[in-house]
């Protein structure tokens, strides 16, 4: 490898010392599709003489093989690894690369520009101190230029250097540099950046890269790399703003040690502060600072460390030790900003796993109180997020959990959105303040609990949850059940589809959106009801398999009791007893399940119900029976 510094001949120890100590700077580079970002960090990589001799021989040959530049050397494939990428020419991933010169060491994230994979860029840019924003100079500014601007500004990246490319293919024309840099700073001014950059480029050629290109004499601006070595970055940021550690792990190897570990987010700290762990509130003081080489004195953000305390008090995994006298923030509801990144939309009412450092909840999104159009920056209604959109939104947890505004600290304001069944990531969030609700409402202790409720009736509360296609038989099975369970002596309540959706529902329709609120409220019913103490029978399609996990997770472990009527949909059209398949198969009735909408089947329902083989009666029977086996039905 061409060496950086002459100290790597003469001196090594001193360049190993003087490296150790240079600033580190993390940036990305964002833009459109085919702007020149790979090409771009290709030839930093190339320039700042970060290649071994064989790295540089092969991308020479994968040039000829691969490459869009002719004879030259294709710079891009230094960073497109992926072979679907060298086939494709794009860039799909984030692609993660160090380099550095004698003044300081940097770490690029290569983000891909299609629209579609909006999402890495935003992986990529979450820990970035500077972003580079591409323009191509005979493109301008363009949607994807306007997006990955907005989400630079939600992200909190302060540093913005807008790298206007290609202009070689615009023959060095000052005039298109300076219709494009005025287009940008009236964008700009609109979603509020401030510390912009200016700077025409050729990253195929090298110009205003490394050294001043002759070809732009009318540019008396930075470099590049000038830019990169000389921006300030406040390295001491974290460190200056309160405490914050979410625990990772409770250490205790053996009788007489008890640590909590973790990567401290900001602030410092030392032997003898007081911290506060949240959200229980609990306080103590800090004994030892222990690392694998020895207790400190201090630590700073960014270091992982083990806490111990002075005082056994009850900390686990996903708390967050917070400096006592500026603690972070409790709450469970909040309005937040959230960049949807699944195929399958964000829908009100659904539950999803959120993140948030060390800690996993169970999330909902209440309502999204306006999407954000990144060309006009107008707030538009939505009933739901599609890939790629922003959305500000109220969320709403199973539980409190500690937090600070994201545009505080992004450790302990961002946070993720799973899917619960696939673990997939589909969202990242932000969030902005706890909305005041959270600090009005407050649990009120009762005496009489469900239990008691229970037990005076001689039963145990249970959910019995029939799913299944249109005209599968749910209403009529359970109708039958409950008529034998009332001849049994049991206090129950059918709660039916359309008998709930001409009162408590009466307002929803059949979007997907409505469908999964109509479950979350008929959820909500079945759990008072059950905790009224009462056999709760809920008939509904209920098509998806989030919202009845959802349902599921609201009551008490063992008392939800998911019943498949299963069906095959040419049996239930054939039924058909409201002529629904009839008006849906005509065109007449949109977001039919089975026909124009889908139904999700029960993996592992509790009970299956096939009703090819098993008459209504049979079927009300299989399912006493196994009430029976579970312990639920009154003694007699």
């Known amino acids: 490898m061409a060496h950086v510094s002459d100290l790597i001949a003469s001196d090594i120890e001193q360049y190993l010392k003087h490296h150790e100590h240079k600033s580190l700077l ?30 540089l021989a092969a991308v020479e040959a994968d040039s000829k093989k691969f490459g869009t530049q002719g004879d030259n050397i294709d710079f891009a494939l230094l960073v497109d690894g992926l072979a679907a990428e060298r086939e494709q020419g794009i860039t799909i991933d984030v692609a993660y690369r160090f380099f550095s010169t004698d003044k300081r060491k940097f770490i690029v994230a ?60 615009v023959a060095y024309d000052e005039k298109t540099y300076d219709r494009i840099v005025e287009d940008y ?25 490394i050294l001043p290109s002759d070809a732009m004499p009318w ?12 921006v300030e970055v406040d390295d001491t940021r974290l460190q200056r703003t309160p405490f914050r550690m979410p625990v990772q792990w409770v250490n205790r190897p053996d009788l007489d040690f008890r640590g909590f570990a973790g990567t401290i987010a900001s602030g410092t700290i030392a032997p003898g502060a007081r ?11 800090v004994a030892r600072i222990v690392t694998m080489d020895g207790d400190l004195a201090r630590a700073v953000s960014g270091q992982s460390v083990t806490l111990t305390l002075t005082d056994e008090i009850d900390v686990s995994r996903g708390d967050v030790m917070s400096e006592a006298t500026a603690p972070a ?33 169970t999330a909902t999104v209440t309502s999204i109180k306006h999407q954000i159009n990144v060309n006009t920056l107008e707030h538009i209604a939505a009933k739901k997020l599609e890939l790629n959109a922003i959305g500000e939104c109220n969320l709403s947890l199973d539980r409190q959990i500690a937090f600070d505004r994201y545009a505080d600290n992004r450790d302990t304001g961002g946070f993720i959105l799973i899917d619960r069944l696939s673990n997939n ?61 009332h001849a049994m002596g049991c206090h129950t309540y059918l709660l039916d589809g359309d008998n709930v959706r001409q009162g408590l529902n009466k307002d929803l329709g059949f979007t997907d959106a409505d469908r999964v609120e109509n479950i979350r409220r008929v959820g909500e019913v079945a759990r008072l009801m059950a905790d009224a103490g009462l056999i709760v ?49 005509r065109g007449e009735l949109k977001n039919f399940t089975g026909i124009d909408s889908p139904y999700e089947a029960p993996e592992s329902p509790d009970i299956r119900i096939d009703t090819t083989s098993l008459s209504i009666e049979a079927a009300a029977d299989l399912v006493i029976a196994t009430l029976e086996t579970r312990g639920v039905l009154p003694r007699h």
């Not at 009236?186 to 890269?209: H, K, L, Q």
């Not at 540019?219 to 000389?230: A, F, R, V």
Request: net charge positive.
């Open 26 to 55: 993390r940036f990305i580079t964002c833009g459109s599709v085919d702007d020149g970002k790979s090409t771009l960090i290709g030839r930093l990589l190339y320039e700042s003489k970060m290649l071994f001799e064989d790295q």
């Open 275 to 285: 911290i506060r762990v949240q959200p229980s509130g609990k306080e103590s003081s």
């Open 219 to 230: 540019y008396h601006g930075t470099t590049l790399m000038g830019y990169l070595e000389t």
């Open 537 to 585: 029978l809920s008939a509904f399609i209920s098509p998806f398999r989030a919202e009845r996990r959802m349902a599921r997770d609201l009551v008490a472990e063992g008392e939800f009791v998911e019943v498949f009527v299963d069906t095959p949909l040419a049996i239930a059209e054939q039924r058909d007893v409201k002529g629904l398949y009839g008006k849906a198969r």
């Open 329 to 361: 923030e409790i709450a469970d509801q909040f309005e937040c900003t959230i960049v949807w990144m699944h195929e399958e939309a964000l829908l009100p009412g659904r539950p999803y796993l959120l993140k948030i450092g060390t800690r996993t909840v």
């Open 110 to 169: 290569d983000t891909p520009g299609h629209e579609q994979y909006t999402r890495n860029m935003v992986t990529g840019a979450s820990t970035a101190d500077v972003a580079i924003l591409m323009v191509d100079a005979r493109k301008g500014i363009l949607t994807q230029t306007r997006r990955h601007s907005y989400l630079v500004t939600l992200l909190g990246i302060r540093h913005v250097v807008v790298a206007i490319n290609k202009m070689d293919l």
């Open 185 to 209: 700073r009236a964008f700009a001014a609109r979603i509020g950046i401030e510390g912009m950059t200016f700077i025409p480029m050729s990253a195929f050629r090298g110009d205003n890269i």
């Open 425 to 485: 990531t589909v969202g990242a969030g932000l969030l902005n303040f706890a909305l005041r609700r959270a600090h009005n409402l407050h649990a009120q202790h009762v005496d009489v609990d469900k239990h008691a409720r229970s037990a005076i009736k001689g039963q145990k509360s249970c959910v019995l949850w029939f799913t299944g296609l249109s005209g599968a038989g749910k209403s009529s099975i359970a109708n039958m059940l409950e008529k034998k369970l």
